[in-house]
């Protein structure tokens, strides 16, 4: 047999796992004393969380999507950030000193008010319908006009994204299935640096900025606050490649798999194969 074949077997047993793993994983889900079922994304920052989340929303109709950013602290006055780390907050006009302090602060959990994130949860799993705030990352402010209600009635599959969300043990324990997008550190400072680019208007000062940023907070808050907990996820996600101009995840046997029993689980009927 040749390389491609054997490769092509080995390709199969693996997607056959997954598939066993998924179903076995969300067979056992039950809605029981429950309104709303709870599935956590996370991985480190730029591994596409957003995207996952956003495929399958997209695909399962009674399906709502919450992040962590919605309840993200503005001005944390909690900020930890040494002398020797002072220049990355100084004025500096052509990288904008608010983003920089954005960034910085989501590297940490503490910027995030994981009591009201609990809260809302938990008003979701009770059946009762609640506003959740809208965070803009673009302009780092929140957007009052663009909250949304979510009501587990309607939309009973509610889609938690972010990247703490599997350290709080509170909001761990109350996601019924974890799936933790697992991306190697250089592909994911490479989509960092692309994503940024806007902000860094090709300035050799504001690019050494950002590195010192990624180094000194991004690197350690991953090692720290991220990476340790996706032993607690369901399902590990390889990294998907990116097609046409949307950006969107090309279309996956694993990923369709897991969408069709979570749409039946949505639906409170038993996954089928």
Do not use: W
Not at 89 to 97: E, F, L, T
Not at 153 to 169: C, R
Not at 219 to 248: C, G, Q, R
């Amino acid at each position: 047999m040749d390389y491609l074949g054997k490769k092509n077997i080995l390709t199969q047993r693996y997607r056959r796992k997954s598939f066993d793993l998924i179903e076995k994983v969300v067979s056992k889900i039950e809605f029981k004393d429950q309104k709303a079922i709870f599935v956590g994304i996370s991985g480190g920052p730029a591994c596409g969380i957003t995207k996952i989340s956003k495929f399958f929303h997209k695909r399962i109709t009674k399906s709502e999507i919450i992040k962590e950013l919605s309840f993200f602290k503005i001005d944390n006055h909690n900020r930890n950030i040494s002398k020797e780390n002072e220049y990355l907050v100084k004025d500096y006009d052509n990288y904008n000193k608010k983003r920089r302090l954005y960034l910085i602060d989501i590297c940490s959990p503490d910027s995030f008010d994981y009591d009201k994130f609990f809260e809302i949860l938990n008003t979701l799993k009770k059946g009762e319908k609640i506003r959740i705030p809208f965070f803009d990352e673009e302009k780092c402010e929140y957007v009052p006009e663009k909250d949304k209600i979510v009501d587990p009635i309607k939309t009973p599959l509610i889609i938690v994204e972010g990247y703490y969300i599997f350290k709080d043990k509170r909001v761990r324990e109350m996601l019924n299935l974890k799936i933790y997008k697992d991306v190697e550190d250089d592909v994911r400072l490479s989509r960092l640096i692309l994503r940024e680019e806007k902000y860094l208007k090709l300035d050799q000062e504001a690019y050494r900025m950002f590195l010192d940023i990624y180094e000194k907070f991004y690197k350690i808050s991953f090692k720290e606050n991220i990476n340790p907990y996706k032993t607690s996820a369901n399902i590990l996600l390889p990294d998907y490649k990116m097609v046409n101009e949307n950006n969107e995840i090309e279309e996956d046997e694993t990923l369709e798999f897991l969408i069709k029993n979570l749409t039946y689980l949505s639906k409170g009927k038993k996954p089928k194969v």
